[in-house]
């Protein structure tokens, strides 16, 4: 749902609790947790470094999970990890990932995110394996209409939250090779260096 004042969300029929997230931003910064309708303000308290307004927004219901999941697709290679939420046991002023700030100086002087990197857990094969009909369907989208090779789609409870083109620093594990069906582990992680080649190459074959 998009709104853009607390009077709009006392007009939608939707259970609380609920999360709001601005229409840009990227890992986390611009999200917020709210238990009841009285909860919801638009404060120092709720609009994160940028000070601005946390109106307009997107809102929904929350689902109370311990991870999201994110599914990396470069061609025909599906990368998938969990995203740990620990808000309830850490930092609540990172949802959901309950991550401690980084220090101010790294965040101005080169620009770091307001919080450290969500603790990521790789998939397993199994996990891999049980989603083969969701990266399919999202592998046949990002090709047939949004005309990329790659994109990285975060996903809750099989549903899309969100997707984005360059995304994460590095891909760990293994990958789902659509091609063959099978699941195949990496000698060594992708860093952000060797993604970007990655991408060129894939980009370059094809």
């Keep these: 749902h998009y709104v853009t004042c ?3 969300i006392e007009k939608l029929d939707i259970n609380f609790p609920i999360v709001i997230k601005k229409t840009w931003g990227a890992g986390a910064e611009q999200i917020n947790y709210f238990e009841t309708l009285d909860s919801v303000v638009d404060d120092e308290t709720t609009r994160n470094w940028t000070e ?8 929904q219901e929350y689902e109370d999970v311990d991870y999201d999941l994110r599914i990396t697709i470069l061609g025909d290679k599906a990368f998938l990890h969990k995203r740990i939420h620990n808000w309830k046991t850490g930092n609540k002023d990172n949802f959901p990932y309950g991550m401690p700030e980084n220090p101010r100086e790294k965040i101005l002087k080169y620009r770091w995110p307001p919080y450290q990197n969500p603790k990521i857990k790789p998939c397993d094969d199994s996990e891999h394996l049980s989603l083969v009909d969701l990266i399919t369907k999202l592998h046949t989208l990002q090709e047939t209409k949004l005309n990329t090779k790659h994109m990285a ?3 809750v409870n099989g549903k899309v939250l969100e997707f984005s083109y360059i995304s ?28 970007l080649g990655y991408l060129l190459g894939e980009y370059i074959s094809g």
Excluded at 52 to 59: F, L, R
């Design 153 to 155: 789609w975060d996903v």
């Design 168 to 195: 994460h620093m590095e891909l760990v594990g293994r990958y789902y090779d659509l091609d063959t069906g099978e699941v195949i582990k990496l000698k060594n992680h992708l860093n952000f260096l060797k993604h």
């Design 6 to 8: 607390k009077e709009d």
């Design 52 to 59: 601005e307004s946390i109106y307009p927004c997107i809102v």
